[in-house]
């Protein structure tokens, strides 16, 4: 048999230059369970992206599998325990596209605050009159809240400088030292929903921060803020608890990058409202974020192909004693 490489979703012409000395590089149909265990008899390693899985049955069904890479920061669609169980290393690529989603979310939170959609909208359609009917919000002087304070947040945190935000943070591993650095308050999570006028999710998905966002922590927001979210959509309970909060104008505005599950269900009723923005898990996808995730993946993958020891490894346990440091 040939070995092989395995994607979920195409593999980046930067990493498959890197890859390709090792086996033929073949991409699933689509990144479903069903499309991907055909292909795994022969793979030597595995590609994940996006919303591809690589659960136990996945695993199970590479017994040549050495190496599971994933592109990005989050893992939570590996089963990290069923590979550390077989040896497999699982590498990935943190802080790779931390400025890249740390715009986005910039992004997401100028185009609510200013109603940009919602003005292109009324120009196009000759309602000039429109901009006496109301008002777009400001960023300069506002409170922001940072849910996560790693490599994405604290980016985050440096672009709100010059709106001359007061920045909180919510992290229970951040340090202070660097939050002092950037001049953020690092606070307790409920805090930070009392406090800020706009709030941006940038945490892991972990069974602590699952459903972070729900009715009880809405309650706590000031009237009118506004919710961005470019991490995790399981973050937030539900679409309804978000739906809830922008009809009572208990926010102002949603900003919505991720779902659970994507892609969503658009018949949803929020996506009919004006200040609900989304996009398809996107805004952190720009040419650079992508080519270093890619590298940086697809040369830790190289590097345990190899028999050497990888940067950035989710289960180190996982590792071999003979393994030579990379």
Same mark, same amino acid.
């Given at each position: 048999? *040939?070995?092989?490489?395995?994607? /979920?979703?195409?593999?980046?012409?930067?990493?498959?230059?890197?890859?390709?000395?090792?086996?033929?590089?073949? /991409?699933?149909?689509?990144?479903? %369970?069903?499309?991907?265990?055909?292909?795994?008899?022969?793979?030597?390693?595995?590609?994940?992206?996006?919303? $591809?899985?690589?659960?136990?049955?996945?695993?199970?069904?590479?017994? =040549?599998?050495?190496?599971?890479?994933?592109?990005?920061?989050?893992?939570?669609?590996?089963?990290?325990?069923?590979?550390? @169980?077989?040896?497999?290393?699982?590498?990935?690529?943190?802080?790779?596209?931390?400025?890249?989603?740390?715009?986005?979310?910039? @992004?997401?939170?100028?185009?609510?605050?200013?109603?940009?959609?919602?003005?292109?909208?009324?120009?196009?359609? $000759?309602?000039?009159?429109?901009?006496?009917?109301?008002?777009?919000?400001?960023?300069?002087?506002? *409170?922001? $809240?940072?849910?996560?304070?790693?490599?994405?947040?604290? *980016?985050?945190?440096? +672009?709100?400088?010059?709106?001359?935000?007061?920045?909180?943070?919510?992290?229970?591993?951040?340090?202070?030292?660097?939050?002092?650095?950037?001049?953020? /308050?690092?606070?307790?999570?409920?805090?930070?929903?009392?406090?800020?006028?706009?709030?941006?999710?940038? @945490?892991?998905?972990?069974?602590?921060?699952?459903?972070?966002?729900?009715?009880?922590?809405?309650?706590?927001?000031?009237?009118?803020?506004?919710?961005?979210?470019?991490?995790?959509?399981?973050?937030?309970?539900?679409?309804?608890?978000?739906?809830?909060? +922008?009809?009572?104008?208990?926010?102002?505005?949603?900003?919505?990058?991720?779902?659970?599950?994507?892609?969503?269900?658009?018949?949803?009723?929020?996506?009919?409202?004006?200040? =609900?923005?989304?996009?398809?898990?996107?805004?952190?996808?720009?040419?650079?974020?992508?080519?270093?995730?890619?590298?940086?993946?697809? %040369?830790?993958?190289?590097?345990?192909?190899?028999?050497?020891?990888?940067?950035?490894?989710?289960?180190?346990? @996982?590792?071999?004693?003979?393994? /030579?440091?990379?």
């Amino acid at each position: 048999m *040939t070995a092989r490489i395995v994607g /979920t979703g195409p593999i980046d012409p930067v990493a498959a230059e890197i890859l390709r000395p090792f086996g033929e590089i073949v /991409t699933a149909p689509d990144s479903s %369970e069903a499309a991907l265990l055909p292909l795994l008899a022969d793979a030597i390693a595995l590609v994940v992206r996006g919303d $591809g899985v690589a659960n136990a049955k996945v695993i199970a069904a590479a017994p =040549c599998l050495k190496v599971i890479g994933r592109t990005g920061a989050g893992y939570n669609n590996v089963d990290i325990a069923a590979a550390t @169980a077989r040896k497999i290393p699982v590498v990935y690529t943190p802080g790779a596209n931390a400025r890249a989603v740390a715009e986005g979310a910039l @992004a997401l939170m100028l185009a609510l605050c200013k109603r940009v959609v919602y003005w292109d909208r009324q120009t196009k359609q $000759g309602n000039w009159k429109s901009r006496f009917g109301t008002m777009p919000a400001d960023l300069d002087g506002a *409170t922001l $809240g940072i849910v996560g304070f790693g490599a994405i947040g604290q *980016t985050l945190a440096e +672009l709100a400088r010059p709106f001359n935000m007061t920045v909180l943070a919510h992290d229970p591993f951040a340090s202070p030292e660097r939050a002092s650095e950037l001049g953020v /308050t690092l606070v307790e999570l409920d805090d930070l929903f009392r406090r800020s006028d706009f709030i941006s999710l940038n @945490a892991a998905l972990t069974d602590q921060t699952r459903h972070l966002v729900n009715r009880a922590r809405l309650d706590l927001v000031r009237p009118g803020a506004y919710i961005v979210n470019m991490a995790r959509g399981a973050l937030i309970e539900s679409l309804d608890v978000l739906y809830e909060a +922008l009809r009572s104008g208990r926010l102002a505005g949603v900003g919505l990058d991720v779902f659970e599950p994507e892609p969503p269900d658009v018949s949803h009723p929020i996506f009919q409202l004006e200040n =609900c923005l989304c996009s398809p898990h996107a805004l952190g996808m720009t040419p650079g974020a992508m080519g270093r995730i890619f590298r940086m993946m697809a %040369e830790d993958m190289a590097t345990v192909l190899t028999g050497r020891q990888p940067r950035h490894v989710v289960n180190p346990g @996982a590792l071999t004693a003979g393994i /030579t440091p990379g």
